[in-house]
Nanobody, 120 residues
Framework: QVQLVESGGGLVQPGGSLRLSCAAS????????MGWYRRAPGKQRESVAS???????NYVDSVVGRFTISRDNAKNTVYLQMNSLKPDDTAVYYC??????????????WGQGTQVTVSS
């Protein structure tokens, strides 16, 4: 059984910062990519940022220069540092990990989601 547990969401004023964390636990054999997605009200889910096991990162254009994704491979944990937050960043943020476990070959796992609200 693999679980992804997120933390760090909340309410912040425009221009503020938040840091999201997501820890993967369970019978994990190998973690490949990890990343963050978000779904805003009335919009489709979009990929925000991803990072490979080797540290290669990718960002959606709207967060370049403001968000930074990082990971701790020893802890199977991924982080998303969000700076200069805008109201358009308001969404439920979901953690994703592509990994091998004792029970399954390579597949995607998802966190439960954490709400980020940017408002004055």
């Amino acid at each position: 059984q693999v679980q992804l547990v997120e933390s760090g969401g909340g309410l912040v004023q425009p221009g503020g910062s938040l840091r999201l964390s997501c820890a993967a636990s369970g019978s994990i054999r190998r973690v490949y990519s990890m990343g963050w997605y978000r779904r805003a009200p009335g919009k489709q889910r979009e990929s925000v940022a991803s990072i490979t096991s080797g540290g290669t990162t990718n960002y959606v254009d709207s967060v370049v220069g403001r968000f930074t994704i990082s990971r701790d491979n020893a802890k199977n944990t991924v982080y998303l540092q969000m700076n200069s937050l805008k109201p358009d960043d308001t969404a439920v943020y979901y953690c994703n990990a592509r990994l091998d476990s004792a029970a399954s070959y390579t597949r995607d796992y998802w966190g439960q989601g954490t709400q980020v609200t940017v408002s004055s």
